[in-house]
Protein backbone atom coordinates (compact mmCIF):
# COMPACT_ATOMS: atom_id res chain seq x y z
CA UNK A 1 0.00 0.00 0.00
CA UNK A 2 1.51 3.45 -0.56
CA UNK A 3 1.75 5.59 1.79
CA UNK A 4 -0.17 8.61 2.59
CA UNK A 5 2.11 11.20 4.50
CA UNK A 6 5.43 12.46 3.58
CA UNK A 7 7.22 14.00 6.72
CA UNK A 8 9.43 16.40 5.97
CA UNK A 9 12.58 17.36 8.49
CA UNK A 10 14.43 20.48 8.12
CA UNK A 11 18.16 20.11 9.32
CA UNK A 12 20.83 23.14 10.08
CA UNK A 13 23.82 21.36 12.73
CA UNK A 14 21.21 19.42 15.01
CA UNK A 15 22.71 15.93 14.40
CA UNK A 16 21.81 14.34 18.00
CA UNK A 17 18.28 15.75 18.14
CA UNK A 18 17.77 14.87 14.19
CA UNK A 19 18.48 10.98 15.31
CA UNK A 20 16.20 11.09 18.09
CA UNK A 21 13.66 12.51 15.95
CA UNK A 22 14.06 10.65 12.84
CA UNK A 23 14.32 7.45 15.41
CA UNK A 24 10.77 8.43 16.85
CA UNK A 25 9.20 8.81 13.59
CA UNK A 26 10.97 5.70 12.32
CA UNK A 27 10.13 3.51 15.19
CA UNK A 28 6.26 4.55 16.09
CA UNK A 29 5.46 4.33 11.79
CA UNK A 30 6.43 0.78 10.46
CA UNK A 31 8.16 1.00 6.98
CA UNK A 32 5.22 1.55 4.21
CA UNK A 33 3.24 3.59 6.32
CA UNK A 34 4.82 7.22 5.42
CA UNK A 35 7.76 8.50 3.08
CA UNK A 36 10.40 10.89 4.89
CA UNK A 37 12.30 13.40 3.33
CA UNK A 38 15.58 15.38 5.04
CA UNK A 39 17.18 18.48 4.19
CA UNK A 40 20.07 19.32 5.26
CA UNK A 41 20.67 23.38 5.53
CA UNK A 42 24.65 22.52 5.06
CA UNK A 43 25.30 21.21 8.23
CA UNK A 44 28.95 21.02 8.98
CA UNK A 45 28.10 18.65 12.08
CA UNK A 46 27.90 15.68 10.39
CA UNK A 47 24.19 15.87 10.43
CA UNK A 48 23.98 14.49 6.63
CA UNK A 49 26.50 11.29 6.86
CA UNK A 50 24.75 10.03 9.75
CA UNK A 51 21.17 9.84 8.00
CA UNK A 52 22.82 8.53 5.26
CA UNK A 53 24.34 5.97 7.89
CA UNK A 54 21.63 4.88 10.26
CA UNK A 55 18.50 5.91 8.31
CA UNK A 56 18.54 3.88 5.02
CA UNK A 57 14.53 4.68 4.23
CA UNK A 58 15.18 8.48 4.46
CA UNK A 59 15.34 10.80 1.39
CA UNK A 60 18.19 12.69 2.34
CA UNK A 61 18.55 16.48 -0.20
CA UNK A 62 21.79 18.12 0.84
CA UNK A 63 22.06 21.73 0.36
CA UNK A 64 25.65 23.58 0.28
CA UNK A 65 24.27 26.15 2.82
CA UNK A 66 21.83 26.97 4.85
CA UNK A 67 18.65 28.28 2.87
CA UNK A 68 16.29 28.69 5.99
CA UNK A 69 13.61 27.51 6.88
CA UNK A 70 10.77 28.42 4.41
CA UNK A 71 13.25 27.66 0.94
CA UNK A 72 14.02 24.15 2.15
CA UNK A 73 10.71 23.08 2.95
CA UNK A 74 9.89 23.74 -0.60
CA UNK A 75 12.21 21.75 -1.85
CA UNK A 76 10.85 18.85 0.08
CA UNK A 77 7.36 19.89 -0.86
CA UNK A 78 7.74 20.04 -4.57
CA UNK A 79 8.95 16.11 -4.29
CA UNK A 80 5.50 15.16 -2.76
CA UNK A 81 3.66 12.70 -3.96
CA UNK A 82 1.80 11.63 -1.20
CA UNK A 83 -1.81 13.14 -0.11
CA UNK A 84 -0.66 14.49 2.78
CA UNK A 85 2.66 16.57 4.25
CA UNK A 86 3.57 16.98 7.75
CA UNK A 87 6.72 19.48 8.22
CA UNK A 88 7.96 18.15 11.30
CA UNK A 89 11.24 20.28 13.32
CA UNK A 90 14.71 18.40 14.08
CA UNK A 91 14.23 19.06 17.74
CA UNK A 92 11.02 17.44 18.26
CA UNK A 93 10.06 13.67 19.33
CA UNK A 94 6.75 12.24 18.13
CA UNK A 95 4.61 9.96 20.51
CA UNK A 96 3.53 6.63 18.56
CA UNK A 97 0.11 7.50 16.63
CA UNK A 98 0.41 11.22 16.51
CA UNK A 99 1.26 10.82 12.86
CA UNK A 100 -1.48 8.69 12.19
CA UNK A 101 -3.92 10.48 14.21
CA UNK A 102 -3.36 14.24 12.34
CA UNK A 103 -3.46 11.85 9.00
CA UNK A 104 -6.95 10.09 10.16
CA UNK A 105 -8.93 13.74 11.27
CA UNK A 106 -7.54 15.41 7.64
CA UNK A 107 -9.27 12.00 6.04
CA UNK A 108 -12.20 12.49 8.33
CA UNK A 109 -12.93 15.94 7.90
CA UNK A 110 -12.16 17.02 4.19
CA UNK A 111 -12.69 20.95 5.03
CA UNK A 112 -9.34 20.68 6.85
CA UNK A 113 -6.20 21.41 4.92
CA UNK A 114 -4.07 21.83 7.68
CA UNK A 115 -3.74 21.10 11.42
CA UNK A 116 -1.25 20.35 14.20
CA UNK A 117 -1.56 19.10 17.23
CA UNK A 118 -0.38 20.41 21.03
CA UNK A 119 3.50 21.29 21.50
CA UNK A 120 4.83 19.85 24.92
CA UNK A 121 8.09 21.32 26.31
CA UNK A 122 10.89 19.47 28.44
CA UNK A 123 9.50 21.28 31.48
CA UNK A 124 5.87 19.99 31.18
CA UNK A 125 5.15 23.27 29.99
CA UNK A 126 2.80 23.98 26.87
CA UNK A 127 5.09 26.40 24.07
CA UNK A 128 3.48 29.53 23.80
CA UNK A 129 3.41 30.35 19.78
CA UNK A 130 1.65 27.00 18.92
CA UNK A 131 -1.42 28.50 17.41
CA UNK A 132 -3.23 31.48 17.47
CA UNK A 133 -5.60 33.73 15.51
CA UNK A 134 -5.54 36.54 12.73
CA UNK A 135 -2.33 38.48 13.61
CA UNK A 136 -4.04 41.94 14.67
CA UNK A 137 -4.09 45.12 17.15
CA UNK A 138 -7.05 42.98 19.12
CA UNK A 139 -5.58 39.65 19.27
CA UNK A 140 -2.56 41.36 19.99
CA UNK A 141 -3.88 43.18 23.08
CA UNK A 142 -5.79 40.29 24.28
CA UNK A 143 -2.69 38.08 24.41
CA UNK A 144 -0.11 40.44 26.10
CA UNK A 145 -2.65 41.62 28.25
CA UNK A 146 -3.52 38.43 29.76
CA UNK A 147 -7.17 38.68 28.09
CA UNK A 148 -6.90 35.64 25.94
CA UNK A 149 -5.38 33.54 28.98
CA UNK A 150 -8.04 35.17 31.10
CA UNK A 151 -11.16 34.25 29.43
CA UNK A 152 -9.84 32.26 26.36
CA UNK A 153 -13.15 31.95 24.47
CA UNK A 154 -13.87 35.43 24.71
CA UNK A 155 -10.82 37.41 23.64
CA UNK A 156 -8.40 35.46 21.11
CA UNK A 157 -5.23 36.22 21.28
CA UNK A 158 -2.52 36.29 18.52
CA UNK A 159 -1.43 33.34 20.60
CA UNK A 160 -3.78 30.56 21.84
CA UNK A 161 -3.66 29.49 25.75
CA UNK A 162 -3.00 25.97 25.13
CA UNK A 163 -4.07 24.73 28.41
CA UNK A 164 -7.08 25.69 28.60
CA UNK A 165 -7.90 23.88 25.18
CA UNK A 166 -6.26 20.72 25.79
CA UNK A 167 -7.51 20.29 28.73
CA UNK A 168 -11.08 20.35 26.65
CA UNK A 169 -9.15 18.42 24.34
CA UNK A 170 -11.73 19.12 21.65
CA UNK A 171 -10.72 20.15 18.22
CA UNK A 172 -10.25 23.77 17.50
CA UNK A 173 -10.53 26.24 14.33
CA UNK A 174 -7.82 28.57 14.39
CA UNK A 175 -5.71 31.15 12.07
CA UNK A 176 -2.27 29.70 12.53
CA UNK A 177 -0.42 26.79 13.53
CA UNK A 178 3.21 26.70 14.06
CA UNK A 179 5.61 24.65 11.58
CA UNK A 180 7.31 22.53 14.47
CA UNK A 181 4.48 19.88 13.12
CA UNK A 182 2.25 21.00 10.85
CA UNK A 183 0.51 18.45 8.39
CA UNK A 184 -1.16 20.27 5.35
CA UNK A 185 -3.42 18.54 2.92
CA UNK A 186 -1.38 18.78 -0.52
CA UNK A 187 -4.33 19.40 -3.05
CA UNK A 188 -4.78 22.63 -0.73
CA UNK A 189 -1.00 23.35 -0.93
CA UNK A 190 -1.00 23.23 -4.58
CA UNK A 191 -4.22 25.74 -4.62
CA UNK A 192 -2.28 28.39 -2.11
CA UNK A 193 1.26 27.92 -3.01
CA UNK A 194 4.20 27.36 -1.18
CA UNK A 195 5.57 28.65 1.82
CA UNK A 196 6.68 32.36 1.76
CA UNK A 197 10.64 32.18 1.10
CA UNK A 198 11.21 36.10 1.60
CA UNK A 199 10.77 34.84 5.17
CA UNK A 200 14.22 33.06 6.64
CA UNK A 201 13.16 31.84 9.41
CA UNK A 202 9.34 32.83 11.65
CA UNK A 203 6.49 33.96 10.44
CA UNK A 204 6.30 31.86 7.71
CA UNK A 205 3.93 29.52 9.09
CA UNK A 206 1.23 32.06 10.01
CA UNK A 207 1.59 33.63 6.33
CA UNK A 208 1.28 30.11 4.44
CA UNK A 209 -1.85 29.00 6.88
CA UNK A 210 -3.88 32.54 6.42
CA UNK A 211 -3.29 31.78 2.49
CA UNK A 212 -3.90 28.37 3.54
CA UNK A 213 -7.29 29.18 5.32
CA UNK A 214 -8.47 31.19 2.07
CA UNK A 215 -8.82 27.00 0.69
CA UNK A 216 -10.20 24.91 3.76
CA UNK A 217 -10.20 25.23 8.12
CA UNK A 218 -7.06 25.23 9.99
CA UNK A 219 -7.59 22.78 13.17
CA UNK A 220 -5.66 22.72 16.59
CA UNK A 221 -6.03 19.06 17.59
CA UNK A 222 -5.27 19.57 21.83
CA UNK A 223 -5.76 15.54 21.77
CA UNK A 224 -2.41 14.69 20.48
CA UNK A 225 0.21 15.96 21.60
CA UNK A 226 4.59 16.20 20.59
CA UNK A 227 7.73 17.06 22.55
CA UNK A 228 9.44 20.21 21.44
CA UNK A 229 12.77 20.87 22.73
CA UNK A 230 11.90 24.65 21.61
CA UNK A 231 14.74 26.76 20.13
CA UNK A 232 17.30 24.00 19.29
CA UNK A 233 16.96 24.01 16.09
CA UNK A 234 17.56 27.57 14.94
CA UNK A 235 19.78 30.46 17.05
CA UNK A 236 23.24 28.87 18.44
CA UNK A 237 24.88 30.58 21.27
CA UNK A 238 22.60 31.11 24.28
CA UNK A 239 22.09 34.47 23.54
CA UNK A 240 18.28 35.93 23.67
CA UNK A 241 17.45 36.04 20.19
CA UNK A 242 14.60 38.70 18.65
CA UNK A 243 14.57 37.43 15.18
CA UNK A 244 11.29 35.81 15.91
CA UNK A 245 10.32 39.64 16.93
CA UNK A 246 11.81 40.92 13.81
CA UNK A 247 10.00 38.43 11.45
CA UNK A 248 7.02 38.82 13.47
CA UNK A 249 7.04 43.04 12.66
CA UNK A 250 8.03 42.27 9.17
CA UNK A 251 4.96 40.28 8.58
CA UNK A 252 2.47 42.25 10.65
CA UNK A 253 3.60 45.44 8.47
CA UNK A 254 2.68 43.35 5.44
CA UNK A 255 -0.62 43.04 6.60
CA UNK A 256 -1.98 45.87 8.17
CA UNK A 257 0.63 48.47 6.87
CA UNK A 258 3.20 50.90 8.72
CA UNK A 259 1.36 53.35 11.01
CA UNK A 260 -0.80 50.01 12.25
CA UNK A 261 2.62 48.62 12.97
CA UNK A 262 3.74 51.47 14.77
CA UNK A 263 0.74 50.84 17.05
CA UNK A 264 1.43 47.24 17.49
CA UNK A 265 4.44 47.61 18.60
CA UNK A 266 3.61 49.97 21.12
CA UNK A 267 1.36 47.06 22.77
CA UNK A 268 4.39 44.78 22.37
CA UNK A 269 6.27 46.80 24.09
CA UNK A 270 3.82 47.64 27.38
CA UNK A 271 3.27 43.76 27.36
CA UNK A 272 7.13 42.87 27.45
CA UNK A 273 7.64 45.01 30.15
CA UNK A 274 4.62 44.06 32.33
CA UNK A 275 6.23 40.57 31.66
CA UNK A 276 9.63 41.72 32.54
CA UNK A 277 7.87 43.35 35.96
CA UNK A 278 5.83 40.37 36.65
CA UNK A 279 9.41 37.65 36.24
CA UNK A 280 11.33 39.89 38.32
CA UNK A 281 8.76 39.94 41.09
CA UNK A 282 8.90 35.73 41.18
CA UNK A 283 12.36 36.13 40.44
CA UNK A 284 13.34 34.97 44.23
CA UNK A 285 10.87 32.04 43.76
CA UNK A 286 12.11 30.35 41.32
CA UNK A 287 15.62 30.93 39.27
CA UNK A 288 14.12 30.16 36.08
CA UNK A 289 11.93 33.54 36.39
CA UNK A 290 14.79 35.86 36.12
CA UNK A 291 16.02 34.41 32.79
CA UNK A 292 12.41 35.18 31.55
CA UNK A 293 12.61 38.53 32.92
CA UNK A 294 15.96 39.15 31.28
CA UNK A 295 14.30 38.30 27.87
CA UNK A 296 11.33 39.91 27.95
CA UNK A 297 13.62 43.09 28.59
CA UNK A 298 15.09 42.81 25.87
CA UNK A 299 12.23 42.01 23.80
CA UNK A 300 10.56 44.97 25.23
CA UNK A 301 14.50 46.91 24.30
CA UNK A 302 13.90 45.61 21.18
CA UNK A 303 10.08 46.88 20.28
CA UNK A 304 11.32 50.42 21.52
CA UNK A 305 13.95 50.49 19.40
CA UNK A 306 12.15 49.33 16.22
CA UNK A 307 9.28 51.75 16.54
CA UNK A 308 8.95 53.48 13.21
CA UNK A 309 10.67 57.37 13.25
CA UNK A 310 12.85 56.21 16.08
Known amino acids: MAPDLTVIVVNWNTRELLRDCL ?20 SADGSAEMVEREFPRVRLLRNQENLGFA ?3 NQALRLVETPYACLLNSDTVVA ?37 YELNLRTAFNYFFFLSR ?10 LYQDHFVRKGEPLQVDWLAGACLSVRMTAVRQA ?23 GEIRYL ?40 KLFQLVCLGGFLLRMLLYGIGCP ?7 QARAMGVYALHSGRRLPGR
Not at 118 to 131: K, V
Not at 150 to 159: C, N, S, T, V
Not at 198 to 214: I, N, P, T, V
Not at 229 to 252: C, E, I, M, P, Q
Request: aromatic share 10%.
Open 71 to 73: KAN
Open 150 to 159: LFPERFPGMY
Open 23 to 42: RSVVDGNPAGELSIIVVDNG
Open 285 to 291: LRTGLCA
Open 96 to 132: PGTLAGLVSFMTAHPRTVACAPALRLPSGRLQTGGAG
Open 222 to 261: PGLEILHLFGASSDKGGAVSVRWLDATFAYFERQHGRFRL
Open 193 to 215: GLLDESYHMYAEDAEWCQRLGRV
